[in-house]
């Protein structure tokens, strides 16, 4: 199982940026697939982006061009650049992986950081 630590949530105003990071136990480039997902209070944890080893990106509807995900080689970290916050982005963010370990398919799931927007 990969280890996850994700990094950089916080409280931020309504339209401001917070960037997001998630270190990991193996080799971002080599897992099949990562991503970011949330968590809001109440609600179930829902895909926020996602990126696979070969650099193919997919984002949930809601973040409308206001998100990125990528992959810092040198640090070993997934980050998710967040801009354009909204109240309605509050939630705990967390960094997930999706590999394939001898055969058999392995998740693993950070613990999360809270990111908070005031209106």
């Known amino acids: 199982q990969v280890q996850l630590v994700e990094s950089g949530g916080g409280l931020v105003q309504a339209g401001g940026s917070l960037r997001l990071s998630c270190a990991s136990s193996?080799?971002?480039?080599?897992?099949?697939?990562m991503g970011w997902y949330r968590q809001a209070p109440g609600k179930e944890r829902e895909l926020v982006a996602q990126?696979?080893?070969?650099?193919?990106?997919n984002y949930a509807d809601f973040v409308e061009s206001r998100f990125t995900i990528s992959r810092d080689s040198a640090k070993n970290t997934l980050n998710l650049q967040m801009n354009s916050l909204r109240p309605e982005d509050t939630a705990v963010y967390f960094c997930?992986?999706?590999?394939?370990?001898?055969?058999?398919?392995?998740?693993?799931w950070g613990q999360g950081t809270q990111v908070t927007v005031a209106s």
């Open positions: 997930h992986a999706d590999d394939t370990v001898v055969g058999f398919p392995v998740q693993s």
């Open positions: 193996q080799n971002i480039f080599k897992i099949k697939t």
């Open positions: 990126i696979t080893s070969t650099g193919t990106t």
